[in-house]
């Protein structure tokens, strides 16, 4: 089964700095990936998502995401924090053959200071 | 309508009581989801429905009890429920086999 590793737990970063937030995945099968943002009292919103062509994807409020196949990771990335992205971000996958079965990574949160 | 509604938003029950959780969208989408989350951690998986069908049920306690009326609509029974059940339960769902879309979430106490 398709599983995540979200490296980091936390991440304290100032505002207007740049942000990579790390997940590494682990399947013997071709993958779909995803990152999705909770804020707090709320649901889950995606951000982007990898399905197959590019390996980089953009998404919303300025995020993107790199699929690299050989080191088996899909980083989160943003040029410049506002206050407004502190969350908690999730990695996820689900792979080609029980794609309904999306499992999630354990969670980055995600702090922009002033 | 691009979105998966969910209600109640917040819900507080006895062990005793008996309560149903609602989920629905319309967006056509053929594939509807389950996850229980606490506080500080990932969503887990509970249960799929693919064409109104059960297709995934996560080994949940018989005290949560699914089902899809149609493909539009996903509910949760809920019964007998103890303490640790308290969460956020949250409703997804998809076209086909990729992204999976979010509802707000129901915040579930059990007292």
């Known amino acids: 089964a398709q599983s995540v590793t979200q490296l980091d737990s936390q991440v304290p970063v100032f505002e207007e700095a740049p942000v990579e937030l790390r997940c590494n995945y682990s399947s013997s099968v071709s993958v779909y990936l995803f990152w999705y943002v909770q804020y707090p009292n709320q649901g889950l919103q995606l951000l982007l998502k990898?399905?197959?062509?590019?390996?980089l994807v953009k998404g919303i409020n300025g995020f993107e995401a790199e699929f690299n196949k050989s080191q088996t990771s899909f980083h989160l990335r943003k040029p410049s924090v506002h206050i407004s992205d502190t969350a908690e971000y999730f990695c996820a996958v689900s792979d080609l053959i029980n794609n309904n079965d999306m499992r999630f990574g354990a969670g980055t949160r995600l702090t922009v200071k002033p | 309508d691009t979105e998966v509604t969910q209600t109640p938003k917040h819900l507080v029950m006895g062990m005793t009581n008996k309560k149903s959780l609602k989920c629905e969208q319309h967006?056509?989408?053929?594939?509807m989801y389950w996850y229980k989350q606490k506080a500080k951690k990932p969503p887990e998986l509970m249960f799929v429905?693919?064409?109104?069908?059960?297709?995934i049920n996560e080994s949940v306690p018989s005290r949560f009890s699914p089902e899809c009326p149609n493909s539009s609509l996903l509910n949760l029974h809920l019964h007998a429920l103890q303490p640790e059940d308290s969460a956020l339960y949250l409703c997804?769902?998809?076209?086909?086999?990729?992204?999976?879309?979010f509802g707000p979430g129901t915040r579930l106490t059990v007292l």
């Open positions: 990898y399905l197959s062509g590019s390996t």
């Open positions: 997804a769902s998809s076209l086909s086999s990729d992204t999976q879309y």
């Open positions: 967006m056509g989408h053929r594939a």
């Open positions: 429905y693919s064409y109104e069908k059960l297709s």
